[in-house]
């Protein structure tokens, strides 16, 4: 189970984080994303990062303002989401590839596990 966490109301240029704990499953033999869905739109690739961390991918639209990292003492992915703008309003979900599947993907549909998701609004 995969619980995402730290959404909430900022104003554009402001900063989150968010984290994703995850129970029953060890992300450090997960390759973890994190995706995002805005209203009326389909939900869309943020980031990805490889078993080690060593392979961190980025959506265009987040590249040098957010950067995801693992902490898997804690068995945490997190966001970090800094510069941030209205446009990136969304609930942002994390989401695991199966075991053992070490390829990285931007897409959803590869993603077995998928979080609740956390709203992250950011206002003009």
């Known amino acids: 189970q995969l619980q995402a966490c730290g959404g909430g109301l900022v104003q554009a240029g402001g900063s989150l984080r968010l984290s994703c704990a995850a129970s029953?499953?060890?992300?450090?033999?997960?390759?973890m994303g994190w995706f995002r869905q805005a209203p009326g739109k389909q939900r869309e690739f943020v980031a990805v990062?490889?078993?080690?961390?060593?392979?961190?991918r980025y959506a265009d639209s987040v590249k040098g303002r957010f950067t995801m990292s693992r902490d898997n003492a804690k068995n945490t992915v997190n966001l970090e989401m800094n510069n941030l703008k209205p446009e990136d309003t969304a609930v942002y979900y994390c989401?695991?590839?199966?075991?053992?599947?070490?390829?990285?993907?931007?897409?959803?549909?590869?993603?077995?596990?998928w979080g609740q998701g956390t709203l992250v609004t950011v206002s003009s």
């Open positions: 990062s490889s078993w080690t961390g060593g392979i961190t």
């Open positions: 029953g499953r060890n992300v450090s033999s997960a390759v």
């Open positions: 989401a695991a590839r199966g075991t053992g599947i070490t390829v990285v993907t931007m897409s959803r549909q590869q993603y077995k596990y």
